[in-house]
């Protein structure tokens, strides 16, 4: 699987916007880009995942680059309940996939 | 859909006893089952994958004498921690491998005295 980047904390001020990049230069053709997160103590929660469109569904955006090289997962209206860790990770998207996780970004929701 | 059951959800056994933690696919048959540990302020790792009726595989570092993995029907999948050790105390988490995108149990934290 292809590696990726992600800073190891960002802030984010309840109500704004929260931007999480996220960088995956040797991705290949048919690896699909995950976004997980997980709160404290809990399982990894599955938030959205794109090939090559952008993608929104009810708990985020996915914006993916044309190169397909780097992504930003957006929280439009952060909440505090949205302070976690944030996974990206590209894989197959095929059944049997195990996902291999980074360290992922801390997200911190300031009120 | 897709949801995983994992029990318990937290367990503390003394020092050479054995733990086992279930994993159950509540609304789908799972013939794969990815099992992880998170140590703490750490990302999760990949330990063992179990597959229905067969043996299961374990990632490099990983004791498969310590971690006995069980997949013996398509609904749950076990990991039982042997002769358990402080070292072993951790957040283990399953998920099943037969859905895209992975949906995740809520993690065991087991804690070892």
């Known amino acids: 699987d292809a590696k990726t980047t992600q800073p190891p904390s960002m802030d984010c001020a309840e109500g704004r916007a929260a931007n999480l990049p996220c960088n995956h230069s040797?991705?290949?053709?048919?690896?699909?880009v995950y976004w997980y997160r997980q709160i404290h103590s809990q399982g990894p929660q599955y938030i959205i995942h794109g090939l090559k469109n952008n993608e929104t569904n009810e708990m985020a955006s996915l914006i993916i680059t044309e190169d397909r090289k780097s992504s930003t997962l957006i929280l439009p209206h952060a909440t505090l309940r949205d302070t976690a860790v944030y996974y990206c990770?590209?894989?197959?998207?095929?059944?049997?996939?195990?996902?291999?996780f980074g360290t992922g970004t801390r997200l911190t929701i300031i009120p | 859909g897709a949801v995983v059951s994992q029990h318990p959800s937290w367990v503390i056994c003394k020092s050479g006893t054995s733990v086992k933690i279930e994993c159950r696919s509540l609304d789908f048959q799972a013939t794969t089952m990815f099992w992880y540990r998170q140590f703490p302020k750490q990302s999760l790792m990949l330990m063992a994958t179990?597959?229905?009726?067969?043996?299961?595989?374990?990632e490099q570092g990983v004791e498969k004498d310590k971690f006995l993995i069980n997949h013996a029907s398509l609904t749950l999948s076990t990991l039982t921690v042997t002769s358990a050790h402080p070292e072993d105390s951790s957040f283990y988490i399953c998920t099943s491998g037969d859905n895209s995108p992975l949906h995740f149990g809520n993690g065991t934290r087991l804690t070892v005295t």
């Open positions: 040797t991705i290949s053709g048919n690896e699909y």
């Open positions: 179990s597959n229905e009726g067969s043996k299961a595989t374990y």
């Open positions: 990770i590209v894989s197959l998207r095929f059944g049997n996939e195990k996902l291999t």
